[in-house]
């Protein structure tokens, strides 16, 4: 079962530049793998995450097989207004997971 | 049964191993490969060196996953700010790492996760500016325990 873990400051001061940090759990399934018996076991990886602040897009990666189990992302924003985070995971198989935080500025 | 009779000669067997899976491998980015994903990202324009500083650690013990940060300088203002920071590989199956894309509200052009290598290899990270300049920082990383193509237990 997929899950989401964010570590988005509760309050910070207008302007000030924070920290989000995210990470989805997933197998992140290269592809390049092969059973014992020699078959492929197919890719299945996170491809896209993108994070938007009241809807504009402030973060977004392309993932690939080399980003490791469980994409762990840290970026920077800055706070500007109240608002909300918005998080969204896409991947193979049909993987879309979304998660949000907010955000009190003053 | 595997009986290591010392840390070394286990280390020796697991690194031997891995490498017999690297070589067996036919598909495998080169740093020819890797040279054509810059080029689609890059296009003709030049890379210089500078301005992005790339963190990996020089020594590698598991290759499944490797922390990475790239940061580059810049005052991250209107008229002058990172678009995006593209992470590319030589020998992994595939040239290519991430492409990160930076809005105007990202404050800081800097990005840590974490990263699989194949084998001891080369990274190199470019950001494209927004005067459509692109700059780049590499580093060599040896990797004891190779990722990607090991075969699950």
Same mark, same amino acid.
């Given at each position: 079962m997929a899950s989401a873990l964010i570590n988005v400051p509760a309050k910070a001061k207008r302007g000030e530049i924070i920290e989000i940090k995210t990470l989805m759990s997933h197998i992140m399934e290269t592809g390049y793998r092969h059973t014992a018996t020699g078959e492929v076991i197919p890719r299945d $990886? $996170?491809?896209?995450?993108?994070c938007r602040f009241n809807g504009k897009e402030i973060f977004r990666a392309?993932?690939?097989?080399? $980003?490791? *189990?469980?994409?762990?992302?840290?970026?920077?924003?800055? *706070?500007?207004?109240? !608002?909300?985070?918005?998080?969204?995971? $896409? !991947?193979?198989? !049909?993987?879309?997971?979304?998660?949000?935080a907010s955000i009190a500025v003053e | 049964m595997l009986d290591p009779t010392t840390r070394r000669d286990f280390l020796?067997?697991?690194?031997?191993?891995?490498?017999?899976?690297?070589? &067996?491998?036919?598909?495998? #980015?080169?740093? #020819?490969?890797?040279?054509? #994903?810059?080029?689609?990202?890059?296009?003709?324009?030049?890379? +210089?060196?500078? +301005?992005?500083?790339?963190?990996?650690?020089?020594?590698?013990?598991? /290759?499944?996953?490797?922390?990475?940060?790239?940061?580059v300088a810049s005052p991250m203002a209107p008229e002058d700010h990172v678009l995006s920071i593209h992470v590319f590989n030589e020998k992994n199956p595939q040239p290519n @790492? /991430?492409?990160?894309? &930076? /809005?105007? &509200?990202?404050?800081? #052009?800097?990005?840590?996760?974490? @990263?699989?290598?194949? =084998?001891?290899? +080369? @990274?190199?990270?470019?950001?494209? &500016?927004? =005067?459509?300049?692109f700059w780049s920082a590499s580093v060599e990383v040896i990797v004891t325990l190779a990722a990607c193509t090991e075969e699950p237990v």
């Open positions: $990886i $996170i491809t896209s995450f993108t392309d993932l690939f097989p080399a $980003i490791s *189990a469980n994409p762990f992302f840290t970026f920077f924003t800055t *706070a500007t207004e109240s !608002g909300k985070f918005e998080f969204e995971w $896409i !991947g193979d198989k !049909g993987f879309s997971e979304t998660a949000s | 020796a067997l697991a690194g031997s191993a891995a490498m017999l899976a690297v070589t &067996l491998r036919p598909a495998k #980015a080169t740093p #020819a490969t890797m040279a054509s #994903a810059i080029r689609t990202v890059v296009g003709t324009a030049p890379v +210089k060196n500078g +301005k992005v500083k790339l963190e990996v650690p020089p020594l590698v013990e598991n /290759g499944n996953t490797v922390p990475m940060t790239v940061s @790492i /991430g492409n990160f894309y &930076l /809005g105007p &509200l990202a404050g800081r #052009a800097q990005v840590s996760t974490r @990263i699989r290598l194949a =084998d001891s290899q +080369k @990274i190199i990270a470019i950001a494209k &500016l927004s =005067d459509g300049t």
